[in-house]
């Protein structure tokens, strides 16, 4: 199939989720990875919404481990990528880097794939890295205090950067 359409050079195209992660099982379906910008918050620190691109590859369930980052379905048009913070034979749990509450138990035939790498301004950040799986580990044993990191965080950054936070 040909593209009749002249596109722009750099011009970003949104796409509906159903239509991106179709394409992205086909990827994983032919032994391949696939990439796509993150949209949301939830997992900031670690992934910003729309300056980070994750690329993601297949998975088998037995081995997913504690700290792995995934993209899962839980039910029909609902994406998630979040961290697994808890994993037993039966299910596993994740959290949103960023948010102060866990998002539940999953069976394991909702996982979709696992994030390999993370593209930080064309920057390529293995996330089997040794110094990513340590700072992971960290930020999942540092959850119950996650709320005051966070204040305190928001609270320096107002003196470092005074415009943030303020909408125009």
Known sequence: MKCE????????????????????????????????????????PFICHGRDKVVVGAVKPEELRKGDIILFQPVKDKFILH?????????????????LFRDGRFAYDCVIAKVDK??????????????WKMLSQMWIFLFPIRKQIFHTWFRIRKYIRPDAGKTK
């Open 118 to 131: 993370v593209i930080r301004n064309g920057k390529s950040i293995d996330c089997n890295n040794r110094g």
């Open 83 to 99: 961290r697994i913070t808890k994993r037993s034979l039966e299910y596993f749990e994740t959290t949103g880097d960023g948010n």
């Open 5 to 44: 359409k002249k596109c722009e050079k750099n011009h970003i195209r949104m796409i509906s989720s159903q239509i991106l992660f179709a394409a992205i099982r086909e990827e994983l379906a032919c032994n391949r990875q696939a990439s796509f910008t993150v949209t949301g918050m939830s997992m900031w």
